[in-house]
């Protein structure tokens, strides 16, 4: 088993930009690593994967729930191309404080707008905009956040 400052120091060395306070828990895996730049306090629960073909970036104060993936790159959609092994990859662009639910997958071309929240098992296809709740497949805006959505905690 790895100490905290074995796992920061490996996550470091493979990653481009880790900011401070980021953890990944155990089966963090990626593509490239130097397409990756990650802010300060993100946390990543079991079983990670990004396949950084493009570029991931991840704001300050997000979240991952457990087998989250971002996939940035695809296969061509023309068979011809395909067969020959055509792929591309789109950046994929996470804000600041965002929460991202277990089993979400992330496309490639998606950006999740701050403070955003998306629902577990939601395969992310499309934006989303700032402050929102969003889920389902493929995931949607539900509604917004709002100041009803606050529970007193003050931490």
Not at 18 to 47: H, L, M, T, V
Not at 106 to 123: E, W
């Given at each position: 088993?790895?100490?905290?400052?074995?796992?920061?120091?490996?996550?470091a060395?493979?990653?481009?930009?880790i900011?401070?306070?980021?953890?990944?828990?155990?089966?963090?895996?990626?593509?490239?690593g130097?397409?990756?730049?990650?802010?300060d306090?993100?946390?990543?629960?079991f079983?990670?994967?990004?396949?950084?073909?493009g570029?991931?970036?991840?704001?300050?104060?997000?979240?991952?729930?457990?087998?989250?993936?971002i996939?940035?790159s695809?296969?061509a959609i023309?068979a011809?191309e395909?067969?020959?092994?055509?792929?591309?990859a789109?950046a994929?662009?996470?804000d600041h404080?965002?929460?991202?639910?277990g089993?979400?997958h992330?496309n490639?071309?998606v950006?999740?707008?701050?403070?955003?929240?998306?629902g577990?098992?939601?395969?992310?296809?499309?934006d989303?905009?700032?402050n929102?709740?969003?889920a389902?497949v493929?995931c949607?805006?539900?509604?917004?956040?709002?100041?009803?959505?606050?529970v007193?905690?003050?931490?």
């Amino acid at each position: 088993m790895c100490s905290s400052g074995k796992k920061r120091s490996l996550s470091a060395a493979i990653i481009e930009k880790i900011g401070k306070n980021a953890y990944f828990e155990p089966r963090f895996r990626c593509e490239f690593g130097f397409n990756i730049s990650i802010g300060d306090n993100f946390y990543a629960n079991f079983d990670c994967i990004i396949l950084d073909g493009g570029e991931v970036t991840i704001g300050d104060n997000v979240l991952f729930g457990s087998r989250v993936g971002i996939y940035t790159s695809n296969h061509a959609i023309n068979a011809d191309e395909r067969k020959a092994g055509a792929c591309y990859a789109k950046a994929v662009t996470i804000d600041h404080s965002v929460w991202v639910g277990g089993g979400v997958h992330i496309n490639q071309g998606v950006t999740i707008g701050d403070n955003s929240i998306i629902g577990s098992g939601s395969v992310v296809t499309k934006d989303i905009p700032a402050n929102m709740i969003a889920a389902g497949v493929p995931c949607r805006v539900i509604r917004s956040i709002t100041a009803a959505d606050s529970v007193g905690f003050t931490g």
